[in-house]
């Protein structure tokens, strides 16, 4: 196939790239670069040194002999770009990465805000719209959140994307329906999200686009199959308090000796899954398209859930570090519970990669061998989700006047 891969410079995008490049497909990149220039505006870099688009492409050519290539276009801004590119190469597939994926980042300020949004609604609704205007009969595969669904405590399993209900009509009765699965949105990013999956319902409908929303858990981890090829090859591994998800960032925290920071109470349950097993079910995803005019096909992209501190202590007891307890910069419940099903992508052949089979590895071969590249004051998280939350946040870098737990 013909893929395009928006966004294929990214955390996830770029993986996603090679991986399927490797199994044989023609890869087209379409990026902005935009998150390059956003480690430029927050002045930090990621732990693993990474080399410019077209050096990593060139590189995947001459260890394979494929090519990946690249093309500079901003979503949100050049719609008419996009549409000419899209009208002259007609993709088989299109995978939608484009898109600012920090809810800390998004919280920042008015402009953080107003940027995600404007960045991540314009960037899909400008693909939906072209693709309606060329006629083009692509596969449309969408990287979503499990954040769309929010982190409730009603304790019943998260259906993926659909849940029936009944509804009392005026006569009594009570008819079944399948509605999207209520969305909760806990930052402006998620709420994006949330737009997005209402933007595909709609173009489904009526305009018949073949549409798959994966509502993806946390990822972790850094290494694929395709970037251990090579040294330059490697993937970005962010520890920041803004685009470091926290299982990363407390690998990158236990291999420099920096206590790894829970806050609040490390309740908040999440779902995770390793970058492979990502790359993976993008794959699956691609090879399993809904028919024309059928409804977005949803997938629940994770393969276990975790408590935060639960993860906090298992990494304390592995490499000897403190744990200390911030303050939480999020507007959000102490304590949920998440349970979630994920059978369509076990159905289909995922077998997936736990933290206990792949943990110690990734610890020993990224954090640590490049721990001189971090730079420690950017490790706390600091973005609050409110003026009041950020009244009371008060960050000590290393927990020195901080109750620690050993």
């Known amino acids: 196939m013909k893929i395009a891969v928006l966004g294929g410079d990214g955390f996830v995008g770029w993986p996603t790239s090679l991986h399927l490049s490797d199994a044989g497909h023609e890869i087209h990149i379409l990026d902005n670069l935009s998150r390059r220039w956003i480690d430029t505006e927050l ?125 009392e009509t005026a006569d009594g009765r009570t008819v079944s329906q399948e509605i999207l699965y209520p969305s909760n949105p806990g930052s402006i990013y998620h709420m994006t999200k949330c737009l997005d999956q209402q933007l595909f319902q709609f173009y489904a409908k009526n305009d018949g686009l073949r549409i798959t929303d994966l509502h993806q858990g946390i990822v972790w981890g850094t290494h694929t199959e395709q970037t251990r090829r090579h040294a330059q090859l490697i993937n970005r591994f962010d520890y920041d308090g803004d685009y470091g998800t926290v299982l990363n960032r407390f690998l990158i925290q236990a291999a ?13 349950t999440r779902a995770f899954i390793h970058i492979q097993d990502s790359v993976r079910c993008i794959e699956i995803a691609l090879n399993n398209p809904p028919a024309r005019s059928s409804r977005v096909e949803i997938f629940n992209q994770m393969t276990e859930t975790h408590r935060v501190r639960d993860l906090a202590e298992m990494i304390a007891r592995m490499s000897g570090s ?6 939480n910069p999020r507007k959000e419940a ?54 009041d939350i950020a009244a009371k946040v008060e960050h000590d870098p290393e927990g020195v006047r901080l109750k620690s737990v050993s």
């Open 334 to 387: 102490p304590e949920n519970e998440l349970v979630v099903k994920n059978e369509k992508f076990l159905g289909l052949g995922l077998e997936p990669t736990t933290l206990g089979e792949g943990l110690l590895g990734e610890i020993v071969d990224v954090a640590k061998k490049y721990a001189y590249r971090v730079d420690r004051s950017r490790v706390p998280a600091v973005s609050a989700w409110t003026r």
């Open 43 to 167: 002045g930090v870099q990621s732990l693993t040194p990474m080399d410019s688009i077209q050096e990593r492409t060139r590189i995947w050519h001459a260890e394979t002999g494929r090519r990946i290539h690249f093309h500079l276009i901003d979503l949100a801004k050049d719609y008419e770009l996009l549409k000419g590119w899209l009208s002259k190469n007609r993709p088989d597939a299109i995978i939608h990465f484009a898109e600012q994926r920090a809810a800390p980042y998004s919280m920042k300020s008015d402009r953080h805000k107003n940027y995600t949004v404007s960045n991540n609604v314009n960037a899909t609704h400008n693909l939906l719209n072209a693709l309606v205007e060329l006629d083009l009969d692509a596969h449309l595969v969408h990287l979503g959140t499990m954040g769309v669904y929010g982190y409730s405590t009603v304790g019943a399993a998260i259906p993926e994307g659909y849940l029936p209900v009944g509804i």
């Open 256 to 268: 420099i000796g920096y206590p790894l920071t829970v806050h609040g109470t490390g309740g908040q």
């Open 322 to 327: 403190k744990i200390v307890w911030l303050p």
